[in-house]
């Protein structure tokens, strides 16, 4: 008797609580956010009609802007190129990197990136830490993108832009943007936030970065995580779906940006810009300049996805299909960084592979290379060789066709969608899947006249100009321009 009713207290106390804190939500919800929305939305269009000006200001989120990478060479570019055709157009761009004074931020963007850029302005943002994912231990991508409202907040009432352009991805700034700071908005993706393959993983229960063991391995768990990513691809695909004009770095990023914002009408694709130059212009060399050595070289970090493994194979096939002598003039170069312990640890690995097939002898580590060193390879290889699978891009592989070699890439991924043509008459380059088919195509490649040679070199280094950097900027003025049209006319 007792105890009954202990159970119907609790239970009464659980529905009671329960009733209260969905009380709460629907009362948030349906009174304090529309409250606060309306009241924000006239406070900054009271502010825009005080400080009504001539020329549009543009504003660019990018917290991280002191980086260094590549998304901050789209950044910085995107700003000269800006500055170059727009020069009255006030630039202002919001970093979280408190410590960097504007002065030595941009001698940091002329030595890295040798762009030289006019003064423009920073909005220091003292929020960050609100959008870094080691904050959040669980539902990391929602508390993220809640995390990057608040920090947009602070960047529009610090400053409230006419154009408002994202390069990080940040798609929950928009709508606070657009319909509370009255903004255009323009954003560039580098990387979807939520990919269809990272729906699919968990689908199929397979264990990743970010899919974990216990998750894979309970179904429960599993459905629950499957309709948290779902719930989350919606949202983010109406946020996304704010922006009014949208830029995606890649044919791999275009599929699934329109898969999940679904609006392919305003998405453009704009290659980032790579650094080709010095590259395309290197001079070729001959055979006998590079001692008769036929060089195969690949460029790339020692790490499992790079498959390294495969050249190896590849090496082996290769041997038993050409005759022994020219074998002997045959090397494949191995190019790549060794950071720590476990980068070693695979370059032993690979070292160990090859005396197993016995082609230790044709195969070159060199590690830790200089630039200079790097170009001095290039220099001197005659084929390049790329073997990751479902590579995203594959800059690498520009790279070797920029410097002149004849390129052997991975039939899918980004080197199959966006870099290399295998159409005769217009021919970049080969792409390959396996062991055999590479080793085919090398063996051909070598038995190819130096005309045909130089046809596939010459379209390769023309072909490689729409990843250059006049190409990303005409592209992305481009795109912009209908931000400036009826204000600048
Ligand atoms: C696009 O961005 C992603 C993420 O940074 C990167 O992996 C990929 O290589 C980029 N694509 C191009 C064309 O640079
Ligand atoms: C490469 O450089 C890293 C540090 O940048 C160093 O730890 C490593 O030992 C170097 N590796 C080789 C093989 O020189």
């Known amino acids: 008797m007792f105890s009954i009713h202990c159970i119907m207290d609790t239970i ?173 908005i323009g954003s560039y993706t580098h990387y979807p936030t939520i990919s269809t393959d990272m729906l699919r993983h968990v689908y199929r229960r397979v264990e990743s970065h970010n899919n974990h063991r216990t998750i894979a391995r309970n179904p429960f768990l599993s459905g629950a995580k499957i309709l948290y990513y779902h719930l989350f691809a919606i949202l983010y695909g109406l946020m996304g779906s704010c922006a009014d004009i949208i830029m995606v770095n890649s044919s791999w990023t275009e599929e699934h940006i329109n898969a999940i914002w679904k609006c392919p009408l305003k998405t453009h694709r704009v290659y980032p810009p790579c650094d080709i130059v010095r590259l395309v212009n290197l001079p070729l060399l001959s055979n006998a300049e590079k001692g008769g050595v036929i060089r195969i070289i690949s460029v790339a970090q020692f790490r499992p996805e790079k498959n390294h493994q495969l050249m190896i194979r ?119 899947w396996n062991a055999i088919e590479y080793a085919n195509i090398i063996k051909h490649i070598i038995s190819l006249s130096d005309d045909d040679k130089n046809n596939i070199i010459n379209a390769a280094r023309a072909s490689v100009s729409r990843f250059s950097c006049e190409t990303f900027e005409r592209e992305f003025l481009r795109t912009v321009a209908p931000f400036f049209r009826p204000k600048l006319e």
């Open 12 to 184: 009464i106390k659980l529905v009671s609580l329960t009733l209260i804190l969905s009380t709460i939500t629907i009362i948030c919800l349906t009174i304090i956010i529309p409250i606060w929305i309306i009241y924000w939305r006239h406070v900054f269009k009271n502010r825009r009609k005080l400080n009504k000006k001539k020329n549009p200001s543009i504003g660019i989120f990018h917290p991280y802007c002191n980086a260094g990478g590549g998304g901050e060479r789209v950044l910085w570019s995107a700003i000269e190129a800006i500055q170059k055709e727009y020069s009255k157009v006030k630039i202002i761009v919001y970093t979280g990197d408190l410590d960097a004074h504007p002065e030595k931020m941009l001698n940091k963007v002329k030595s890295t990136f040798d762009i030289t850029l006019n003064p423009i302005e920073f909005i220091y943002l003292h929020r960050r830490k609100w959008i870094e994912a080691d904050c959040y231990p669980r539902l990391t991508l929602l508390a993220q993108s809640i995390g990057s409202i608040y920090l947009g907040f602070e960047a529009l009432k610090s400053y409230q832009p006419d154009i408002f352009i994202d390069t990080m991805g940040y798609a929950f700034t928009y709508p606070l943007f657009k319909y509370i700071g009255g903004c255009s």
């Open 314 to 432: 590849i090496m082996y096939e290769l041997r038993s299909i050409i005759k022994d002598d020219l074998w002997k003039n045959i090397k494949l170069v191995l190019v790549g960084s060794c950071r720590n312990d476990d980068d070693k640890n695979r370059v032993k690995d690979m070292q160990d592979l090859s005396k197993y097939f016995a082609v230790d002898e044709n195969v070159e580590f060199k590690l830790n290379l200089t630039y200079n060193e790097l170009i001095n390879e290039y220099q001197m290889s005659t084929i390049g060789i790329h073997t990751m699978w479902n590579e995203h891009f594959g800059i690498s592989v520009v790279e070797c066709m920029a410097a002149g070699l004849i390129t052997i890439a991975h039939d899918s991924g980004g080197p199959r969608s966006d870099i290399i043509e295998t159409q005769q008459g217009s021919q970049t380059g080969f792409l390959a």
